[in-house]
Structure formats: C-alpha cells, structure tokens
C-alpha cells in the first residue's frame, strides 16, 4: 500500500497447473523466481471493494499486456487496516470474466481481516517503540545541556529541589559543589570560542568520572558546573571537590588548537549544620565560597559557612 499515492499494487505469483512446474508471469532475478514485478495499482480503499471489469475501471491502472482474450476480468480487494493506518491488502481476482465470489467471499473477508488483526499487532508494537524513543529524545532536548551533556539549568535546578524536600525526612546531609573554570575568558580569547568549548567538554566528563551513582552533574550557568552530592556531609563534598580539582589540573585539554593546561576554583556548600530547604540559600553559600577559592589564588577549593 502506497500511503502517499492512496495507491496499492497490485502482484501475482502463477501456481503450477495440471501437475506443471510453477512459472513466473514476469521473471525476477534468477529464473526460479515465482514472484512477479507489480502489475498495476489499485485506488486505496477503506473497505472491501469489487470491480467487475477492471480494464475499463477509471481507478484502476493495470497493464495492458494482461487483458484476456475475450470477456472482461474482475478484481476484489480488501485493505489491512490498522487502526487508521492501511498498510496492505488482500486482492482475489478472475482472469475472464465477473468474479464470483459467493461463500468464499466470506471467507476470504475473515482471511483478510486476520491478515490485518496480525500485522496491526506490528505496527502497534512498531508505532508505540517509535513514540517511546521520540519521547526519550524529547525529553532529553528538554533536560539535557546541548553541548556538554549534562543536565540544563532546569533540570539540575528540579534535582536540588527534590534533594532538598526528602533530605530533613531522612535526616540526612546534602551537599553541593560549584566549579568554575579558571581564566576561562582568556582561554576563548586566546585559543578561540571552540578551544573553550572543547574544554567546558572535558572538563564537565571529568567531573562527571569523579561522581557517584546517586550524584547528579549539570551546567549551571556559562563555565560553571554544578554537582548535587546526596547524603554527603561538608568535609566528605570538600575531599570530592579536591579529588575533580586534581583531575582537572593534572592534565592539559587536549584539542584540535593544541593542548590547553586548565584548572577549575570550586565551592562547597552543605545542609549539615542547617535545615535549608530554599535551593538559592544553599546556591549562595557554594558562591560565596567559589568566590572565596578565586580570591585565594584559583586552582583551589573553599567550604562555605552559614
């Protein structure tokens, strides 16, 4: 069935007759191919349809070649409907003459409509893997930061917030670290703006090595990263900060413009000795300290206070 058209073809394998070897009507491929090339095109129909004469039938383009000798020939058809979606049929045909179809319409109508209850049950299965990978891809558009892959503003934003409300029901510590790369102006200015970018890249997958299962990593904002540390205390975020400040420093970036040495300032901020439950307090305690780690010479890592 050619959706696009409201087309269907229409094909036809000869059977043996007489006890006679099986020849093809028009050979493809090797010789014993049975299966012919198509041979007209039928109107897409949403139900059963009958043409008696199908040579002088307006809607039905057919191959001349095939007209019989004498009398007219018939077709009846039959579309596999799936829901909405016609993906095939059923044609039945005579060659001369009207066709007849008396209780064998019947049955070919059941034929059909298993045909089309069978392959419905594909393209339902097809149709709904497709709408599931599209709404996965949605959904990572939608949450995901475009260029380094991490979670977008948003999405990090709607984890603090989640992590926050369970963190006093479990009487647990939450932290947060906030690294900022380091003179990262000079590195766009000096090596280019897709210099910066590869290394906003890296440095976001090192960071990413460094962290938990349970721990969530998203760009926060231009070269900065945030990552969200569950049932984490002050001084266990501050030994994670140190160990991404190490990965970070210890290698350069490499990049199409030459290897690029970075380091990264990072701040620490933790519930543990406050019941916060507003995100921007617990965001301004990590600042503050980020600040704090730039003033004290960058490349270093600072725990705020509350």
Not at 98 to 106: C, E
């Amino acid at each position: 069935m050619d959706e696009t058209r409201g087309l269907g073809e229409i094909r036809r394998i000869e059977g043996p007759a007489d006890g006679e070897a099986a020849t093809p009507l028009v050979p493809m491929g090797n010789a014993e191919s049975r299966l012919s090339r198509p041979l007209g095109m039928v109107p897409g129909v949403d139900a059963a349809d009958l043409s008696h004469d199908i040579f002088d039938d307006p809607e039905i383009d057919i191959d001349e070649l095939l007209r019989p000798a004498a009398g007219p020939a018939s077709i009846w058809a039959q579309p596999h409907v799936a829901r909405v979606l016609a993906f095939g049929g059923l044609l039945a045909g005579c060659a001369a003459g009207a066709l007849a179809l008396g209780p064998s319409g019947f049955l070919l109508t059941l034929v059909a409509e298993a045909l089309a209850f069978a392959g419905g049950m594909l393209v339902s299965r097809s149709t709904r893997e497709e709408l599931e990978k599209t709404n996965r891809e949605l959904h990572l558009q939608a949450t995901r930061d475009p260029l380094t892959g991490l979670h977008n503003r948003g999405a990090i934003d709607e984890v603090l917030r989640e992590q926050l409300r369970r963190a006093p029901e479990r009487r647990i510590s939450l932290s947060v670290i906030l690294a900022d790369i380091d003179r990262f102006k000079l590195i766009n200015d000096t090596h280019g703006h897709q210099a910066g970018d590869e290394v906003l890249r890296d440095v976001a997958r090192r960071m990413s090595a460094v962290c938990r299962a349970v721990d969530t990593v998203g760009r926060y904002g231009g070269e900065e990263i945030l990552m969200i540390l569950p049932e984490t205390t002050g001084p266990e975020a501050t030994l994670v900060a140190h160990r991404i400040r190490l990965s970070v420093a210890q290698d350069p970036v490499q990049t199409p413009f030459g290897d690029i040495p970075v380091t990264v300032s990072l701040g620490v901020a933790s519930t543990e000795h406050a019941a916060i439950l507003d995100p921007g307090v617990l965001i301004r305690a990590a600042d503050m300290a980020l600040y704090q780690a730039k003033r004290e010479g960058r490349n270093r890592v600072a725990l705020g206070r509350f």
